[in-house]
């Protein structure tokens, strides 16, 4: 077992780190503030070509892996949660695509993604289907020289932002999850707009959007993978965004961390720094623990992936616990802040509204729970 | 065209507090300091890079330092210049600026042919603002200090230089030496493909021996100035600043004074 970085890991984390600290931190929150798009931030990392990190060199990406992703989105992620899920989100459709893409497909829409020129969303979500993800309402209908499709997704991360969308539809209703399918979608195809913008306790500047097919005829192949087979590529697309989401929260947790490790050391009261007393100690030595359990559940979901090993047991557990670390970490930094920490001259309240996310999106903490139950007893 | 930038690295000074001098020779002690390409140097690359962007051609980044300057211009590779050269040598050792302008103007004699040397207006650690300047000498061709703007068509360039408190628009023909201010751009930072293929091209070092030089003209020998004492300055109190009505700051100006026993 080998825990050590590789120099390019070094080097680029290196990178990362700067570009996060300068640019990314001291804006996080302006943009939680204002709530509009951090387009300057998806610049940036387009120019440093990280949008390309798991992507083949032959589609004009790096080829690094899912370890070396996970690493650069955790930086992010602490430095900006909005622009980690961002980043993370943009991974739901370039998986999928390199996972069940045609040759054609993935030459067609992985080299903009790569470079950032595009940006991707995946949308399964409905009003009448969340965790249960195979009630899917929307409809396909495969006709002479197209599908058309019809329905609605809400919350959709990155709608309307994004250019190549992965959505899932129904080709046959009575059939329930066996009858799911995987499109790709452009922006701008005729028959497909954006409705509302959903407003959230946190990460206001996030992109969850509502999504409308109405007669929205696609081209035959921008099936994505087989007919009726679209639940195992919304499966897999999940398991692996697990990482995704799951690095974000320990992005979010690790920020609140350190704003409460440095201020217990500032604060005075009874005349010595808040960090002397006990309390705080054992509440800071629990938040450091915690993290770093999650970091290393996560980072063993990534090297399973990259090893192409079965991951989706670990990438749940990774996703479960660090998003209940960063709801319980987030929640004591507040506690360790006392009335300042309630205040919005701090960030610790964004990180503890910011975490609650993480515990929701991309199979909620119960559905976690259901997966792993459900794998551990076939083992 | 050819555009050669002379870069220089330095420590960083946002760990200036961690910058110690050794008072026997007078030089800064840089072990555990970490160092950054001068930050004015970075937006000479950047104006090299875009020139070239718009232009065509080819960007030579010129270092001169110990070994381990290789490392700033591996950065500049990463951030797309063509080719790195570094002048390294024990005989370059304790170049003033005088030496230091010499050494570099023969190191450009050597790549030949250019139309354009970059460099930052000075650098974050000596500060002094006399090595582009000493470059374009040693080379007889014109020099445009402060630049904040660059434009260059055929074989005029066009450079708006900053002044105290207005700008001047001076024009020359190529070649010419030009430094650079902070205004004229925002550096980009490596991408990832850059700082990957940095690491794999080859930095020129070039010694003593791979130049024509005189040697009373380098290192020790060929520089005239001699530094008496180097120190880090007691840092002063704060002054403080009244502000309000002119009437009302002045009564309060010479209260104080008063207070003071200066008046």
Known sequence: MDFTLSDDQKMILGLVEEVCEKEFAPRADEVSTKGEFPAENIKKLAELDLFGITIPEKYGGLGMGYLTWALISEKISRACATTGLIFGANLLCTYPLLQFGSEEQKNKFLPPLAKGESLGAFALTEPEAGSDAGNVQMTAKKEENHYVLDGNKIFITNGEVADTYIVIANMDKSRGARGLTAFIVEKGNSGFAFGQHFEKMGLSALPNVELIFDNCKIPLENLLFKEKRGFRVAMRTFAAGRIGVGIGALGVAEAAFEKAKEYSKQRIQFGKSISSFQAIQHTLADMATQIEAAKYLLYRAAWLLDEGEPFEKISSMGKLYASEVAMRVTTKAVQVFGGYGYTKDYPVERYMREAKLFEIIEGTSEIQRGVIASLILKE | ?263
């Open chain 2, 1 to 263: 065209m050819r555009i050669i930038v002379c870069i220089k690295q330095v420590p960083d000074t946002e760990e200036l507090g961690k910058v110690r001098i050794n008072s026997q020779t007078n030089t800064l002690i840089r072990e555990g300091v970490p160092s950054i390409i001068n930050p004015f140097d970075e937006n000479a690359i950047e104006e090299a890079l875009r020139l070239k962007e718009k232009k065509g051609g080819r960007v030579i980044a010129l270092s001169m330092g110990p070994p381990q300057a290789e490392e700033a211009l591996r950065k500049a590779l990463a951030m797309g210049v063509d080719e790195a050269v570094l002048l390294s040598d024990k005989a370059f050792a304790g170049s003033d600026t005088l030496a230091t302008s010499y050494t570099l103007a023969m190191a450009i004699k050597k790549i030949g042919e250019f139309d354009l040397v970059l460099s930052g207006k000075q650098a974050i650690d000596g500060d002094t603002a006399q090595v582009g300047p000493g470059v374009a000498e040693w080379l007889g061709i014109p020099q445009i200090t402060y630049a904040r703007k660059i434009e260059i068509d055929d074989s005029k360039i066009r450079v708006e230089r900053v002044l105290e408190d207005s700008f001047e628009v001076v024009e020359t023909p190529l070649p010419v030496l030009v430094t650079v201010t902070k205004d004229i751009n925002d550096p980009r930072y490596p991408s990832l493909k850059g700082l990957l293929k940095a690491k794999r091209e080859k930095v020129s070092i070039w010694t003593c021996q791979d130049l024509s030089l005189e040697k009373e003209k380098i290192g020790l020998d060929g520089s005239p100035t001699q530094v008496i004492e180097i120190f880090i300055p007691q840092s002063l109190q704060k002054g403080e600043i009244l502000s309000g009505e002119t009437s009302q700051v002045a009564d309060k100006l010479i209260k104080e004074m008063k207070k003071m026993k200066l008046i």
